[in-house]
């Protein structure tokens, strides 16, 4: 209701409005009253229903209750607590008071009959429990069924031993944050009471003795995701490649950038280089799931990638190799390893292929033209003939949604007839193209209108052909700014040019 006095008059007029704000609901209000009295809360949590838990927790870990947070943890009586979706951003604080809670739970000998957590996941991601509780999925998935939704997949052994759960996400680099330190220590004092488990695991330059004590707490089998950054010996990595074979579970593997592992030999690699980098390869047959690879400056593979490839079990979906001083043995093996037949993903970025063989890569692009969807040559530094011993396959490559050709040297000519080979490419959604060599003088330098002349006439040759979307043409990056000049709804050229 809204009064207000009329100028004319002088008479009250009475105006209603509808309330945008909706009034807070029963639940809403009996939470706020518990959250006013905690030391009645806390003491009658026993007789709360369980429906309530949830929105509960959620108010008391945003409002920081710390010790409502420990009762109600210790107390929880759902098999999984996800409290890292609510930890969006890192929080020392309420990462104890968690922690402070499931300490509880352990040492009491005393146990409600309805406390059920088996599965405490501290990975800070979105999860299927607060929308069953918020209301947003079926109704028929209320609290009291929840045991029976796929909301976690408890290890039936680790129930039977009553052991709690926890899996994290680990992103452990030389200066851990308080909070890494606090959860790492805390897992290390109970891993013999606890069961820790790790899906996703990225290392910065961590030496091989401490990773080895992380993998003593967190079983290696369960790491789904492996990210490894580091500048270790040949030697290093050999001491690492038994725990790298435990991860049997991997599923994506990402290994960059190790262009720092040199040779003791200068003149090439010794019987000891040998035995660590064939330690390292023999681990690639242990994974039964492997589906995406991604290597980026891993020279020390040199003429051995064909066994990488030839180890694995499973065939990828993503192959990457960046950045690799890549020999016509490697490319040979791209061709013949039946890993690879099924590839939806190909990466060779900065794969510099203008003095090899072009041809086993054209045998890969053929057999897996039926599922490869995105494509990146670029920086391969690929020329006229090469590309034009590709046409074939690609011509039949027709699931393809991305391309990247960027940094490549060819000619208006060779780019023209990439374009009449690509009429079946329906589901491209972003190409990416060279500037043609004819933008460029004498002296490399490039000239703009040539450049957006070229551009325009080989964007107009491709609509005739078929319907475009997102198209590109680009020049090498400038030395002196570093940008490249981009031909798209017209011509952005490099900070140079201002």
Known sequence: LCYSSSPRNGHVALDLKMSVQSPPTLEKLAIQSLLRNEDVAMSSLGELPAVLFPALFKEAFTGKHINFVKEMVASWPFPCLPVGALMKTPNLEMLQAVLDGVDMRLTRKFHPRRTKLQVLDLRNMHHYFWNIQAGEEDSSCSAENLKEKKVMKVFHRYALRKRVKVIVDLYICSCLKEEQTCLLKWAQQRKGSLHFCCTKMKVWNLPVCVIREILKVFDPQHITELELHTEWTLLELAHFAPYFGQMRNLQKAFLAPLHRIMFSNSNGIGDREAKCIKKFISQFSKFNCLQHLCMFCVHFLGDHMNQVLGCLMTPLETLSITYYLISQKD???????????????????????????????????????????????????????????????????CHLTTVNFYSNNFSVPILKDLMQHTAN?????????????????????????????????????????????????????????GQRCVYHNGCRLCCCWH
């Not at 040979?332 to 003095?355: I, N, P």
């Not at 090899?356 to 690929?382: F, H, N, S, Y």
């Open 331 to 397: 490319l040979d093996s791209l061709s013949r390893s039946q890993s690879l037949f099924q590839l939806k993903h190909l990466d060779l970025r900065g794969v510099v292929l203008c003095d090899l063989d072009i041809m086993p890569l054209r045998g890969l692009l053929e057999k897996v033209a039926d599922t490869l969807e995105t494509l990146d040559l670029q920086w391969c530094r690929m020329t006229d003939s090469q590309l034009y011993a590709l046409l074939p396959a690609l011509r039949h490559c």
């Open 425 to 481: 490419w329906s589901r491209i959604r972003v190409e990416q193209y060279p500037a043609p060599l004819e933008c460029y003088d004498d002296l490399a330098q490039v000239s703009v209108e040539r450049f957006a002349e070229f551009s325009s006439e080989l964007m107009y040759t491709l609509g005739v052909i078929r319907q475009t979307k997102n198209i590109s043409f680009a020049t090498d990056i400038c030395h002196t700014c």
